[in-house]
């Protein structure tokens, strides 16, 4: 009997659930199907509300409540009025306030190099307030990698000790509002990036990678992106075959989309069973420069 897709949602995405099985039809018992790691570390989710359209877990306490239901326990948030809001330095103290407020989330800030006194709101993020890195919208800020305001920022978030995250995009161009469009960015710019600033950590969001995109990744050996929008019963096989698996980490765009989806996605890859837990926990720790420690207690760590 095949596995159910219910019963991965119901139990194989639950942390500590059993095992599920499957019978060959032989009367023997197929090994234990795959199941969420006991510690889970979700790169991509974001507070708030998204402007376009109400999502069903856009209070915090709902999001966090359902991510902790499905076995992620640590989650990097952005903050979804990072697309419009021009204050940004508001947005990033709001973020950080709900944050307090759930062990699992870990803000990320936003930073727009367009803006007035960008240093200063990446000073803040990366040293003030001790965040692990900064999240970048540039479709929806209106620059491009290539830019050489995005090459100083990188720069600059290096040298404080930060990550940066780029999201690609935030929702399908086909169902984006008429008023305001962000079309997919062009990564082959990064190459030159990295190779300049060879301690720069960059994670691609949201990125649903195309042949193009997959030959700027095996250009870019550092460059990491999360699994949120690889698609296809195999997509995301092939893609660690194609780049390696230790450059893939776990994020579900929460609430955007469905957290469980992602869940199943890892799931039911066809990813060999040691690839599971290092692209939903080992990845992301290594790439934030922690050591995997559950007594962990830097201002930048995760937990």
């Keep these: 009997m095949a596995i159910h897709r219910r019963q991965v949602i119901q139990g194989a995405v639950t942390a500590g659930a059993a095992s599920l099985v499957a019978s060959r039809g032989n009367g023997e ?47 990097w948030a952005g903050s979804f009025e990072s697309l419009l809001h021009r204050d940004l330095r508001s947005v990033n103290e709001r973020l950080i ?42 479709g929806y800020h209106h620059y491009e990698l290539k830019d050489q305001a995005f090459g100083a920022l990188l720069a600059k978030a290096t040298e404080l000790g930060g990550f940066v995250q780029i999201a690609m995009t935030l929702e399908d161009a086909r169902t984006q509002s008429d008023l305001v469009r962000a079309d997919n960015i062009d990564l082959k710019p990064l190459k030159k990036w990295m190779q300049q600033i060879p301690k720069a950590r960059v994670q691609i969001l949201n990125c649903r990678p195309t042949a193009a995109d997959i030959k700027t990744f095996e250009s870019t050996p550092r460059l990491t992106l999360d699994t949120s929008r690889v698609e296809g019963t195999d997509g995301l ?14 994020g579900s765009h929460s609430p955007f989309l469905i957290p469980e989806a992602s869940c199943i996605r890892i799931l039911e890859n066809g990813l060999p069973a040691e690839m599971i837990p290092a692209i939903m926990l080992a990845n992301a720790k290594r790439f934030c420069n922690v050591q995997d420690s559950h007594t962990e207690d830097h201002p930048r760590s995760t937990r």
Excluded at 237 to 250: T, V
């Design 29 to 75: 018992i197929s090994p234990p199907a795959p199941r969420m790691p006991p510690r889970v570390i979700d790169t991509n989710i974001s507070l708030f509300s998204w402007p376009f359209r109400r999502l069903p877990l856009d209070n915090v306490d709902d999001l966090c409540s359902k991510l902790q239901q499905i076995g992620i326990t640590e989650a």
């Design 97 to 138: 306030n709900a944050c307090q407020n759930h062990s699992i989330l870990i803000p990320v800030g936003a930073v727009n190099p367009n803006l007035p006194d960008w240093n200063h709101d990446l000073e803040l993020c990366l040293g003030h307030h001790g965040m692990p890195g900064v999240r970048l919208l540039p």
């Design 237 to 250: 096989s092939n893609l660690a075959s194609s780049i390696g698996s230790e450059r893939l980490l776990f």
